[in-house]
């Protein structure tokens, strides 16, 4: 069975990637590497796979419809998992077009491809963010998420749209994956625990919007690629899915996990909450529990000490 895997360097791509090789898969990875964060980093996550006569490395971007369209004339696919986006809340607010360009078109480049090819499932990576500041918690996948208080969250909600598109009109097999606050190795250095950690271990000033009471729901890597991949497995119609931990995480304590991981105190100062925020994430995950067996297994004290222990050794 051979499967692009989009966003493949990444933090859950790279991740994602490992699990399909040691499952006997062909990989296909397209990354385009920008800039985001260090590329350097990427490139060391994919390090050990690119000997692996299973795994082929594309480098390329999902808004360049040329180069894609080169890439499914060469290969065909049996499966998309399409993890490739421009992440991040605040960053979407200072660049909303870039956003759009990216996550919408980029992923409608992928539909519309997978439809000329007659490739027939694709897993596409949505976010928590589609539920805005929901009132109702935990939040579940037939709650309304019509109102996206981010431009990050509006690509993702108009995202899955257009996945269910191609699902009514072509038969494609969609599955959306809403994913909690993944953390983990290999994580997004722009990210709260892994930014938090360099700057615990540099001494430096840990910024805390708002009055460190917010909770998310932190979802541990391995648990977020245990759902993953069931759906890939399983993948037929149409379907959206939360995968998180069903638990939710106090900023304040969440700090006092890595200063005891890390050995380090931190240096705190409070700021203002920032646009695009929100005050608590949430997962109801019992539809993922029933149909993808779904058994989240790291509680966050476990999974904060292992993600101390990979950035002691690769902090740089």
């Known amino acids: ?68 369209e080169g890439v499914f004339q060469r290969n065909k696919y049996d499966a998309v998992i399409h993890l490739a986006a421009r992440a991040g809340v605040r960053p979407s607010i200072q660049q909303p077009l870039l956003y759009e360009q990216v996550n919408v078109q980029g992923t409608l480049n992928l539909l519309e491809l997978c439809r000329q090819t007659d490739t027939k499932k694709i897993i596409f990576a949505s976010s928590s963010s589609v539920y805005g500041a929901n009132n109702k918690v935990p939040f579940s996948e037939d709650d309304p998420v019509d109102h996206p208080i981010s431009p990050y969250a509006a690509t993702k909600k108009a995202g899955e749209l257009m996945c269910y598109t191609y699902h009514h009109l072509y038969g494609l097999s969609v599955s959306c994956m809403r994913f909690f606050t993944v953390y983990g190795p290999r994580q997004r250095p722009d990210m709260a625990i892994h930014k938090f950690a360099r700057l615990i271990m540099e001494g430096k000033t840990v910024p805390v919007f708002g009055d460190g009471r917010s909770r998310r729901d932190y979802t541990y890597i391995d648990d977020i690629i245990q759902g993953l991949y069931a759906a890939f497995m399983q993948c037929e119609g149409y379907h959206i899915y939360n995968l998180g931990e069903s638990n939710t995480v106090e900023l304040s304590y969440l700090i006092q996990l890595l200063e005891a991981a890390l050995g380090r105190k931190a240096i705190l100062e409070y700021r203002p909450e920032q646009p695009g925020d929100v005050p608590i994430t949430y997962a109801d995950i019992g539809l993922a529990r029933k149909e993808l067996n779904y058994h989240p297994v790291t509680p966050i004290e476990d999974g904060i000490r292992q993600f101390a222990a990979w950035f002691k050794t690769n902090a740089r």
């Open 1 to 68: 069975m051979h499967v692009l895997v989009t966003g493949g360097a990444g933090f859950i791509g790279s991740h994602m990637t490992q699990k399909l090789l040691e499952q006997g898969f062909s990989v296909d990875c397209v990354d385009n590497f920008n800039t985001y964060y260090d590329p350097v980093r990427k490139r060391e996550n994919i390090k050990d796979y690119l000997h692996n006569p299973c795994y082929h490395l594309l480098q390329g971007d999902i808004v360049d419809a040329s180069f894609l």
